[in-house]
C-alpha cells in the first residue's frame, strides 16, 4: 500500500468528506492554522532576531527563549493539529501538491536546524549567552530559521494554487516526478 493509496482512502472516510464539505468547520480550521502560524513564527522571529544579533542585544539569548518558547510551542501545537486537519481533508490533493511536498521538506529541514541550534545553545550558552553578537554558528541557525520559516509560509499558501496539480496536464517531467503524479 502507498502513500497515495492510503491518501485516497483517507479521502473518502465520511469525517474527510464533512470537514470538506463543511460551510464553517473547515475555514474556521484553515483560520485556527493561519492563526497559530501567527504566533508560532512571530515568537519565532524574535528568537532568530536576537541570534542574529539585529534585536534584544542587551538580553541573554537564554533569557529570550526562556520567555518566548512557551509561547512558540503553544502555537506549534495548535498549527500542527489544525493542519493534519487540513490534509486531512483533501487528502490526495494535498500529497499530490509540488507546493505541499516543499513545505514538508521544508519544515524537516526546520526541525533539523532547531535540533542542531538546541544542542549547540545547551552545550555552549554560558560562553556567549550575554554577548550581543552569537557566533556564527548561532548566526547562521537564526538566518537558516527564518528564511525557512518564511518559505514554509509562501509554500502553504501556495498549496491553494493548482498551477501544477496532476490532473492539468501536460505538465513537465520534473513537475510530474515532483508532486508523485500517477501518470497512466
Not at 18 to 44: D, N, W
Not at 75 to 84: I, K, L, N, Q
Not at 152 to 163: F, L
Request: glycine share 4%.
Amino acid at each position: 500500500m502507498s502513500l497515495l493509496d492510503i491518501c485516497e482512502w483517507l479521502a473518502e472516510t465520511p469525517w474527510s468528506i464533512a470537514l470538506h464539505e463543511s460551510l464553517y468547520v473547515y475555514p474556521l480550521v484553515e483560520t485556527a492554522h493561519v492563526l497559530s502560524l501567527l504566533l508560532f513564527v512571530g515568537s519565532i522571529i524574535f528568537i532568530d532576531l536576537r541570534l542574529l544579533g539585529a534585536t534584544l542585544r542587551e538580553a541573554p539569548v537564554t533569557e529570550v527563549t526562556s520567555r518566548i518558547l512557551p509561547w512558540t510551542f503553544a502555537g506549534f501545537a495548535v498549527a500542527v493539529v489544525s493542519g493534519a486537519l487540513l490534509f486531512y481533508a483533501i487528502p490526495v490533493r494535498t500529497f499530490l501538491s509540488i507546493f505541499f511536498r516543499i513545505k514538508m521538506l521544508l519544515l524537516f529541514i526546520s526541525g533539523i536546524n532547531v535540533l542542531l541550534l538546541h544542542r549547540f545553545l545547551n552545550r555552549t550558552a554560558d560562553s556567549w549567552d550575554t554577548t550581543a553578537r552569537p557566533p556564527l554558528r548561532a548566526r547562521v541557525a537564526g538566518a537558516v530559521s527564518l528564511a525557512a520559516w518564511a518559505l514554509v509560509i509562501v509554500m502553504g499558501r501556495m498549496i491553494a494554487y493548482d498551477w501544477f496539480d496532476c490532473d492539468h496536464q501536460p505538465q513537465s517531467d520534473f513537475v510530474n516526478w515532483a508532486a508523485g503524479c500517477p501518470l497512466e
